[in-house]
């Protein structure tokens, strides 16, 4: 199984990306898909999450509003849109995959936000 990250990268407060995520070799359309992030010196946080049937996403306070998660079951893509980033969104984000106890974990793509 593989999962691989981009997107990522340096924008001003207030600002946007979109990070994706291509998975392989797993069937995607049946795991249930999240963004999580870590920042330095700070624990890993689940941000957003997309479920694997009826699609249904949640997400942490801190980012409701601000952030959309979106899958693209054809690509085997799952997306991170980030609109009006702040600061405190600077981390590495992990893309992750789950279904029946399996996890799995992309490498990671850092985030900065920063003027």
């Known amino acids: 199984v593989q999962l691989v990250e981009s997107g990522g990268g340096l924008v001003q407060p207030g600002g946007s990306l979109r990070l994706s995520c291509a998975a392989s070799g797993l069937i995607f359309s049946r795991h249930d898909m999240s963004w999580y992030r870590q920042a330095l010196g700070k624990a890993r946080e689940l941000v957003a999450r997309?479920?694997?049937?009826?699609?249904?996403?949640n997400y942490a306070d801190s980012v409701k509003g601000r952030f959309t998660i979106s899958r693209d079951n054809a690509k085997n893509t799952v997306y991170l849109q980030m609109n009006s980033l702040k600061p405190e969104d600077t981390a590495v984000y992990y893309c992750?995959?789950?279904?029946?106890?399996?996890?799995?974990w992309g490498q990671g793509t850092q985030v900065t936000v920063s003027s």
């Open positions: 997309i479920e694997s049937v009826g699609g249904t996403t």
């Open positions: 992750n995959a789950f279904r029946r106890g399996n996890v799995y």
